[in-house]
């Protein structure tokens, strides 16, 4: 399976949806299914905020900071701040879904950031259901 050829294909779905299209679809994202999703996912409770420009573009964002949850790094004092976050959303015309990355993203206490990709997390519009691709 090539992965820059899967790329291409869903670039080029969501580049075919309308901007009407995919205000539409925004608003048929099931996001508490999202959050008890990824809160079994992560073995914690997790809520997030959602921001939709109403053209396709949807980032959300933790609004708790997970630093203490962090295990033995959390004991040092590893963390300032960790989120769960999006690196990137896309809608699928043909598959009729949305995709996103979800996103551990870290400040350090003595300061830069970082982050790492945990899963990939999809909503079928058909199913009206979320699933988690690893």
Do not use: C
């Not at 949806?17 to 409770?45: C, N």
């Not at 573009?57 to 590893?78: H, P, R």
């Not at 879904?97 to 990939?120: A, I």
Request: hydrophobic share 35%; proline share 1%; aromatic share 12%.
């Amino acid at each position: 399976m090539d992965i820059r050829k899967i790329a291409e294909d869903i670039v080029k779905k969501a580049d075919s949806l309308t901007d009407e299209q995919k205000t539409e679809l925004e608003s048929q994202i099931d996001w508490k299914g999202f959050e008890a999703l990824i809160s079994k996912e992560v073995r914690t409770p997790v809520t997030f905020d959602i921001s939709k420009t109403g053209r396709g573009k949807i980032t959300f964002q933790s609004k708790e900071n997970l630093a203490d949850k962090a295990g033995i790094f959390s004991d040092v004092g590893a963390f300032k701040v960790l989120r769960i976050e999006d690196f990137g959303t896309s809608f699928g015309k043909e598959d009729n879904n949305f995709y996103t990355s979800v996103s551990l993203r870290w400040e350090f206490s003595d300061g830069g950031t970082n982050g790492h990709t945990l899963f990939r997390a999809w909503y079928d519009f058909d199913k009206k259901a979320w699933d988690i691709r690893k």
